[in-house]
């Protein structure tokens, strides 16, 4: 039942996993609430279940970038509910923002998919991750260029991105003003570990039109308040030293 309820990943009730392999539904409801105590499995809405905790640890183990990215999923699909958007869950790699999970709204998608790539220094996910590198990895970072414009607003010059990161690392926030595509505007905070390293970052994205000064401060505390659940989640999982790659997420 453990691996039927793992496999349905969230998407049905417990009867209607259990009708599908065979199990009588009452057996099923039983066994079920047993894992749950155990924390093997946790409820969601609408009667179904998802992995719980203690067996997110033992996956955690073996596969921490997919121990994060479950831990944290009720919370950004909630998020981008909430704030009627897409959200992405990014980390940095090979000098990449790579998403590691996403949510949105359908009538607001975007060309991003887990596991894609795209550019660091003019996301808002990617600014967050370069703001928090270890000094001699930005140092790195910003000595690859050049920087190409991806539309007029994307900063290219070494010295303005420098000023632009040194700002994000101190308001841990950073903005993305139609910089990696025209019309379309981001917000993101970084995801801190235990160990204080910065391994993940999470954003809310507007088109331009929507992007007004009320609606970023209403997505900025929405986005700060699901930052504090995932951390908390992290901390009890252990450090993010290991998160590092989420290309192997889908």
Do not use: W
Not at 125 to 142: Q, R
């Amino acid at each position: 039942m453990l691996q039927a309820v793992i496999d349905d990943d969230g998407a049905s009730s417990i009867s209607k996993i259990a009708r599908r392999v065979g199990i009588p539904i009452a057996t099923a409801h039983r066994q079920v609430t047993s894992l749950a105590e155990f924390g093997y499995l946790a409820p969601i809405s609408g009667g179904r279940y998802i992995a719980g905790p203690n067996l997110i640890k033992l996956v955690y183990q073996i596969d921490p970038i997919q121990s994060v990215v479950r831990l944290g999923r009720p919370i950004i699909e909630q998020l981008a509910k909430e704030l009627q958007t897409t959200v992405h869950l990014g980390s940095f790699e090979g000098d990449m923002v790579t998403y590691c999970a996403k949510a949105g709204n359908p009538k607001f998608d975007l060309f991003t998919e887990v596991g894609g790539q795209l550019e660091a220094y003019c996301s808002g996910i990617g600014k967050v991750l370069l703001a928090h590198l270890p000094n001699e990895e930005l140092m790195a970072y910003l000595a690859s260029g050049p920087f190409v414009a991806l539309t007029p607003n994307t900063i290219t010059d070494v010295g303005e991105l420098t000023s632009e990161l040194a700002k994000v690392k101190a308001n841990r926030l950073a903005y993305d003003r139609g910089e990696i595509e025209e019309g379309l505007h981001c917000v993101a905070v970084p995801i801190f570990a235990p160990d204080g390293s910065v391994p993940l970052a999470l954003s809310a994205s507007f088109r331009e039109e929507a992007a007004t000064a009320e609606i970023l401060r209403k997505a900025t505390a929405s986005l700060v308040s699901a930052q504090s659940a995932i951390e908390e989640m992290l901390s009890r999982v252990g450090t993010g030293s290991a998160l590092s790659d989420c290309s192997v997420t889908r």
